[in-house]
């Protein structure tokens, strides 16, 4: 699950990274790309809230304890009841999924992008297609308790929607930090 934010003349963003690079100027592609950062990072921000903030229904499911068990694994806590304490703040499905998005900048590949996404790989196998699910307002089917009967969830729109409120503002970051390097050049920095 992902959104790719392009911005108008993504192929100029790619070609400043490479000229910079292949100038031997890592500091400047450094400092592009830590200023692309800075601009995307309060939609990643508001995703994460967005996605902690979706009201639920009910009680606590079967799920949390498979992510309690997943966070505890994944620990590298020496003192078990300090582990379980944490595996078991972060277990809640929520804080799970918000704590699985992260942001990514590719200056250099195919496709200059900025990308807010949710790492399946932070996720419990048998989660993984919650976050979709979660973000339809058709919701999904889940077992109570891990047993019969099924009961239906709705989630709410909250991944797109959030981060589509921030795309001028990270296309205009983007831009400027791109100027801000072209001017760095221009003056011999």
Do not use: C, Y
Not at 153 to 168: E, L, R
């Amino acid at each position: 699950m992902s959104v790719e934010i392009t911005v108008a003349g993504a192929h100029q963003l790619r070609d400043l990274a490479k000229a910079l690079k292949a100038a031997g100027r890592n500091d400047l592609h450094k400092e592009l790309r830590k200023a692309i950062r800075k601009g995307a990072r309060p939609a990643m921000q508001a995703t994460k809230t967005a996605v902690r903030t979706i009201p639920v229904t009910g009680s606590h499911g079967g799920g949390a304890k498979q992510r309690i068990g997943f966070h505890e694994g994944r620990s590298k806590i020496a003192d078990e009841a300090k582990r379980r304490a944490k595996a078991e703040r972060k277990a809640g499905l929520r804080s799970t999924i918000a704590a699985a998005i992260s942001l990514k900048v590719k200056t250099i590949s195919r496709r200059a992008a900025v990308r807010i996404e949710v790492d399946e790989k932070k996720l419990p196998p048998d989660q993984r297609a919650l976050p979709w699910a979660l973000d339809s307002s058709r919701g999904w089917r889940h077992p109570t308790f891990g047993h019969k009967p099924q009961v239906h969830q709705k989630g709410q729109p909250w991944f797109a929607t959030t981060i589509s409120k921030f795309a001028p503002q990270i296309r205009a970051d983007v831009i400027k930090a791109m100027n801000d390097i072209a001017n760095k050049i221009e003056n011999g920095a």
